[in-house]
């Protein structure tokens, strides 16, 4: 765990990648059973793609990992996640903590858009609790924005609303933000669906530059995007009488390539979902 040292940015005191697995997961919304002892391990360094059709469970399955499902009301979760080898779930746990060192970007783009682009990245810190000096914040925010790809394109115009740039710079201002506190794990729910395919490429780029500095685990309904940006793959898949589960996992090559389920050959090779 990061520990935040008075006057220094969270990015200059670790560098340790951590990864994430989860045991036997099932989840409810009510009485309705989402997913079904779901337990997969995401490689720390690595990009993790969570692919299958839509309403089988992903990103639920994504919320757990940060304690998000939580919010929801009625929802249940029984299994672990763990976090070097913790359960986040555990009590005593902080969600706030768990969170902080667990981050989200969601499907669209949701930066402060009367807040300015600097600011906007600096809010991640306030929202964590976590303090730098005055000094140090003018580096943070350069840093976080050159590790989500976007510093070339905006660092003229840190003042202006972070509302007035496009689609897909807002997008990754929103990754800028969550790499501001320093996560050691990365969640990205659909992050392209809503963009265009300039855009799509671009934070693609931005997820390869971030691999291998900390850990990513992707939703996508984009197969070549899968393949493109991962080196592990899980699918999922769900019935009208079956909650979600995992069907098959491993590398993506494999996935792709050398499927052991008939199921996921259908479903990559597009003949179903």
């Known amino acids: 765990m990061t520990t935040t040292v008075p006057g220094q940015p969270p990015a200059a005191q670790s560098d340790r990648l951590s990864g994430l697995e989860t045991r036997d997961i099932s989840a409810w919304f009510g009485s309705h059973k989402v997913l079904e002892r779901v337990s997969l391990s995401?490689?720390?360094?690595?990009?993790?793609?969570?692919?299958g059709p839509s309403g089988c469970g992903k990103s639920t399955y994504l919320r757990i990992l940060n304690r998000m499902h939580e919010m929801v009301r009625g929802a249940?979760?029984?299994?672990?996640?763990?976090?070097?080898g913790e359960d986040v779930y555990a009590h005593g746990r902080r969600p706030a903590e768990v969170r902080r060192r667990i981050g989200m970007v969601f499907q669209r783009p949701n930066p402060f858009p009367a807040m300015s682009i600097a600011d906007n990245v600096a809010s991640g810190l306030k929202l964590a609790g976590i303090k730098v000096s005055r000094e140090h914040r003018a580096h943070l925010i350069e840093e976080s924005l050159r590790r989500a790809g976007l510093w070339n394109e905006v660092s003229g115009?840190?003042?202006?609303?972070?509302?007035?740039?496009?689609?897909?710079?807002?997008?990754?201002?929103?990754?800028?933000?969550?790499l501001a506190v320093e996560p050691e794990i990365l969640l990205m729910d659909e992050p392209c669906s809503a963009l265009d395919p300039t855009?799509?490429?671009r934070v693609e780029e931005t997820i390869a530059e971030l691999r291998g500095r900390l850990t990513i685990v992707i939703v996508t309904h984009n197969m070549q995007q899968a393949q493109r940006v991962s080196q592990s793959c899980a699918f999922f898949l769900a019935s009208h009488d079956t909650p979600g589960r995992i069907?098959?996992?491993?590398?993506?090559?494999?996935?792709?390539?050398?499927?052991?389920?008939?199921?996921?050959a259908d479903y990559v090779n597009g003949r179903f979902g």
């Open 42 to 51: 995401m490689a720390a360094g690595e990009v993790t793609a969570l692919i």
């Open 76 to 84: 249940q979760l029984a299994g672990e996640v763990l976090l070097e």
């Open 157 to 178: 115009r840190l003042g202006t609303p972070g509302g007035a740039l496009s689609g897909g710079q807002q997008q990754r201002l929103c990754i800028a933000r969550s």
């Open 247 to 264: 069907v098959e996992a491993g590398p993506t090559e494999q996935i792709f390539g050398r499927p052991a389920d008939q199921r996921t």
């Open 199 to 201: 855009s799509t490429r």
